[in-house]
């Protein structure tokens, strides 16, 4: 286990692409060490030796966050071998759309809970007792405006992302008095192969590197709840007072998120 007076330790998921790699960077530019977690960790050994990045300072697990046992294991192994990170970013997530009438898309919804919400919590898991025990540490939500309100054809990503706030919130008053803090952050659209191909129009559309900048100077701050950019956060709190007519009929003829095969 490194030393205490070692620079902190980042874990992230889903860090072989897109939001996870750009926390990633920009964790490792504030002289942070990386525990970085994807189904595919050579992607991330790949793209942390293209980086140049210190091998001392980066160390890369195997594990989906479907797999309970697998997502805690990596947790695990990242406690006997990097010791306890300062932050953990539970960021790994599926966007599909769905159609209820098809008994096919079934499956998609319980593929996107499992990721999206038992994913997270298992990420969390081997963290919270350490991290209570230490009085110190900062578990991350990453959820999305789409929780703000339900969207046509994406029923799942929408009720999977405003079950990681509801869940955050819950696990930040549990953790509240052990030191502990929880933050929920709500990306708007990032330009990720999850956004690529909306067939709609994304309103104030960041770069995963954008959006990390951000992230990163709102975990720092120890916001609560922060929704990223802020215009999108004035955006979603005028759509969540919006009497359902009017939502309803703003969103009418809206385009569907592409369901899995389409």
């Not at 980086?51 to 001392?56: M, N, P, T």
């Not at 970013?89 to 499956?107: F, K, R």
Request: proline share 6%; charged share 20%.
């Amino acid at each position: 286990m490194n030393a205490p007076d070692a620079s902190p330790l980042v874990y992230i998921t889903g860090a072989s692409s897109g939001i996870g790699q750009a926390l990633a960077a920009r964790y490792y530019r504030a002289g942070w060490r990386l525990a970085l977690v994807a189904r595919r960790a050579a992607e991330i050994e790949a793209w942390c030796v293209s980086q140049g990045y210190e091998r001392a300072r980066w160390a890369a697990y195997a594990a989906d966050v479907r797999d309970i046992g697998g997502i805690v294991g990596a947790g695990r192994q990242c406690l006997a071998q990097q010791g306890l990170p300062a932050v953990v970013i539970a960021n790994a997530g599926i966007s599909i759309g769905v159609d209820t009438a098809e008994y096919e898309d079934l499956d998609v919804v319980r593929l996107t809970f499992e990721t999206n919400n038992v994913g997270l919590a298992a990420t969390f898991h081997p963290f919270v007792r350490p991290m209570s025990e230490a009085r110190r540490g900062t578990l991350v939500g990453i959820a999305s405006v789409a929780a703000i309100r339900g969207l046509p054809g994406h029923g799942a990503y929408c009720g999977s992302k405003a079950a990681v706030v509801s869940y955050c919130e819950s696990l930040r008053g549990e953790l509240r008095p052990h030191g502990v803090k929880v933050v929920t952050l709500l990306p708007g659209y990032v330009d990720t192969p999850l956004t690529r191909g909306n067939p709609y129009k994304m309103p104030f559309l960041m770069s995963p590197a954008q959006f990390a900048e951000r992230a990163f100077r709102a975990i720092e701050a120890g916001a609560s709840y922060r929704v990223i950019p802020w215009q999108m956060a004035v955006v979603a709190k005028l759509l969540r007072v919006l009497p359902n007519p009017v939502f309803d009929r703003l969103l009418a003829g809206r385009g569907r998120k592409k369901r899995r095969g389409q």
